[in-house]
């Protein structure tokens, strides 16, 4: 990949694993300085794969600058000293993921409608997952004003569209891409663009360690899924086009952007769209 991203500085929240840290390699690959947040700094913190401080050890291996930083986006306080940080050493943020995203903590019964789940789970994934994308954003939107430019990308899905998982999941997903729409708008007059990045199906660390999880019909498409840094390599795409500013307010299939900006997956593949993503484009277009 070329250094198109050389001395631009990035910040790639819930980067320890998953499509977090696929963002934070693919920015990273592309010269960047990349701040990668999260709660794991190290093996044993929490209990699951992956630390920011190896998503940042990565990030420079590849040829960027990683720098970890421990960050609970569930603590406003947390999320200000972490772009005061920013704006103190870098001077400038050209780049935000808004990546961060929690999953609900107590038991849920599998596949329970909307009236069998726990209330506190629509708040756990709406504090972290939307709430915590407004507050990131808040912070660091006075920095890219200044400059009179920069980009937010929030990652999203296909379940801002139509049924995924549950409900609580779909209402903050489909807020998410509001969100995009609105911050846009009051953002594209100080030059700074806001999109929405819907992935398809990643081959995840939690997927790939527990793949009959999934439904069989994308058990049978795994294959064909992309990497998490294929949406990193979307990112840099997009952070590095001059005209990116007619592109805010909008939501974008990262498999598309492949198509349009010319990149692959680590692979040399350019996947095709998932099945989700398909199936919602041929809906809409019979009803066109």
């Given at each position: 990949?070329?250094?198109?991203l050389r001395g631009r500085i990035a910040v790639v929240t819930g980067g320890s694993r998953g499509v977090g840290k696929g963002a934070a390699l693919g920015l990273g690959e592309a010269g960047a300085t990349v701040y990668v947040?999260?709660?794991?700094?190290?093996?044993?913190?929490i209990a699951s794969t992956g630390t920011i401080t190896e998503t940042a050890e990565a990030i420079t291996r590849l040829g960027g600058r990683g720098i970890a930083v421990r960050c609970d986006h569930g603590d406003d306080a947390d999320v200000e000293a972490l772009f005061r940080r920013v704006k103190e050493e870098e001077g400038r943020l050209d780049v935000l993921v808004n990546n961060v995203f929690a999953t609900y903590s107590g038991v849920r019964p599998a596949g329970a409608p909307f009236w069998e789940l726990p209330l506190a789970m629509w708040d756990e994934l709406h504090?972290?997952?939307l709430r915590s994308h407004y507050v990131a954003s808040v912070f660091a939107a006075p920095i890219m004003i200044a400059q009179r430019h920069g980009l937010i990308a929030n990652i999203s899905s296909v379940g801002a569209a139509r049924y995924t998982f549950n409900v609580p999941y779909g209402v903050g997903k489909a807020a998410v891409d509001r969100l995009t729409a609105d911050m846009a708008h009051e953002l594209r007059p100080h030059g700074v663009a806001v999109v929405s990045l819907w992935p398809g199906l990643v081959?995840?660390?939690r997927v790939m360690a527990q793949p009959d999880r999934l439904p069989p019909e994308l058990i049978a498409r795994l294959t064909d899924a992309e990497s998490p840094q294929f949406t990193g390599r979307a990112v840099a795409a997009l952070a590095a086009d001059p005209k990116i500013i007619e592109k805010t307010g909008n939501v974008y299939v990262v498999a598309e952007l492949a198509e349009a900006y010319g990149f692959t997956d680590v692979d040399g593949r350019r996947p095709p769209l998932s099945p989700g993503i398909a199936a919602l484009r041929a809906s809409r277009e019979r009803s066109t």
């Open positions: 990949m070329s250094q198109t947040t999260g709660r794991t700094a190290q093996q044993g913190s504090r972290v997952g081959k995840t660390e």
